[in-house]
């Protein structure tokens, strides 16, 4: 059967890997920002809290010119017009009539929200296959994804939506479903989780690393199937692996435990055998005062002054090198503390505490994430906005508030520039007017430009 595999880019090729099936590893030299893979979704679910606001087909936000329209048959799917509605029917007809029922039943509604959002996924995976398994993509598709390796065993196998389908779909919904749990993405525009899809041959050509080299942006375009791109983070050498992150490499406590719930492998990368090193990670500081002497000790470990400018170096700091005194910043909690101080700061228009914190939010992520990291450019343009509206706060009517207002703006255009470089790298995903058009709008506020 065709498969997938028999159409790999030039820049990639498969070899046999110590403990996982196969490795990805790159066929040439790839440039920082280049396009490793391009695939189209096989299904995509979009999350409850979208519906209604963005298109169940393509995606796409709704926008003032463009109505969403309901689908009459269940009056649970939105479309952004007749083409994706069309597009989408053939599969959405195969439980459009059972669906509000199925999801009012009492099996769904004892379900948590990640195992509703699984019966959701494998409905869709079971009406794409029953209804297209002619299609030459799909059965190239269905051909990668049954290549998979399975998850780990579970008690009992996830249900999905009653729906009328062929012998041949029937014979294989176990196999589907010990998959497609395992097997999934989180669809994101500008780092924002909108929906899960399922992009078989991503998932059988590249491993995990907490320290990835690559890594997954998606391209929603109106009237068109999702489609992933696989961007080189930072330069590969040829023969090098090529790695995702399966999840948030920030999940320092608790993502050895989803590897083993979801994926059935412990990470074996840099960041995890240095965390297994430390056998339990120490608590944090109970109160204010000793916490923010561990924000300060963290900000001189990783910079030479606050004050940072472009030529601030941005690698070369790993966990190992984290003396053991400021072992504790890697509770998530610390994190989650610090990126609730610094939007909520942001947002109430404590500018000072925000660039303070957001400091040390950064040198947090420059510890767990590599080179080029998404999240990173994101928070840095946080920072270069923060900085901003830090300026136009200020009063300018003697000489300290015009050295406060120069110095605010010199810090926001470092972070616009860190920010541009890193993002750039990344590239544009997701809906349209993304990070990239706010830092160019940035620049222009920035340096007085009309």
């Known amino acids: 059967m065709p498969s997938s595999l028999d159409e790999l ?26 396009v490793i893979l391009e695939v189209p979704s096989m299904v995509v679910l979009l999350l409850s809290s979208d519906k209604g606001r963005r298109c169940d087909f393509c995606l796409c936000s709704g926008a003032p010119e463009i109505r969403l329209a309901k689908c009459t048959g269940c009056a649970l799917y939105w479309y952004c017009g007749p083409q994706c509605q069309t597009l989408h029917w053939g599969s959405h007809k195969k439980f459009c009539k059972r669906l509000a029922s199925f999801m009012a039943s009492a099996d769904f509604q004892y379900m948590e929200a990640h195992e509703q959002l699984d019966a959701l996924l494998h409905t869709h995976l079971i009406a794409e296959i029953a209804s297209n398994a002619s299609s030459d993509i799909t059965a190239k598709q269905l051909s990668t994804f049954m290549s998979l390796l399975p998850g780990p065993p579970h008690d009992s196998l996830p249900i999905a939506c009653p729906m009328s389908v062929g012998a041949d779909v029937h014979q294989i919904l176990e196999a589907l479903f010990t998959r497609s749990g395992n097997n999934n993405f989180a669809i994101h525009s500008h780092l924002n989780t909108i929906a899960h899809g399922i992009f078989p041959l ?16 998606y391209v929603i375009r109106r009237g068109q199937s999702v489609r992933m791109e696989i961007v080189a983070l930072r330069e590969i050498k040829a023969t090098e692996e090529i790695c995702i992150p399966y999840v948030d490499p920030a999940l320092i406590e608790s993502r050895q435990q989803i590897f083993e719930l979801t994926y059935g492998f412990s990470c074996t990368c840099p960041s995890c ?35 940072i400018d472009d030529s601030t170096p941005f690698v070369g700091l790993t966990l190992p090198d984290l003396p053991e005194n400021l072992h504790p910043v890697l509770r998530e909690s610390y994190l989650s503390r610090l990126t609730d101080t610094f939007s909520r700061s942001s947002h109430e228009g404590s500018y000072h505490v925000a660039l303070d914190v957001g400091l040390t939010v950064l040198a947090v992520y420059l510890l767990i994430y590599p080179k080029n990291y998404p999240q990173i450019g994101m928070h840095l343009l946080e920072m270069a906005k923060t900085g901003w509206n830090a300026v136009i706060a200020t009063e300018h009517d003697n000489k300290h508030q015009v050295l406060a207002k120069t110095s605010l703006l010199k810090r926001a255009r470092v972070y616009r520039n860190l920010a541009s470089n890193i993002l750039e790298v990344f590239g544009p995903e997701g809906d349209p007017a993304g990070p990239l058009e706010e830092v160019a709008l940035l620049k222009k506020l920035l340096d007085g430009e009309p």
Do not use: Y
Not at 202 to 217: E, G, I, T, V
Not at 290 to 298: C, E, F, G, P, Y
């Open 202 to 217: 991503a998932s059988r050509l590249f491993n995990h690393s907490c320290l990835p080299n690559a890594a997954a942006r």
């Open 9 to 34: 880019p030039a820049c990639v090729r498969l070899e046999a890997h110590a403990t996982a099936r196969d490795k990805a590893v790159a066929a040439s030299d790839i440039s920082p920002g280049s």
């Open 273 to 307: 055998n240095f965390i297994s090193t430390l056998g339990s990670i120490p608590s944090l500081p109970v109160s204010e005062a000793a916490l923010q002497k561990l924000d300060n000790t963290l900000q001189k470990h990783c910079f030479l002054s606050s004050d």
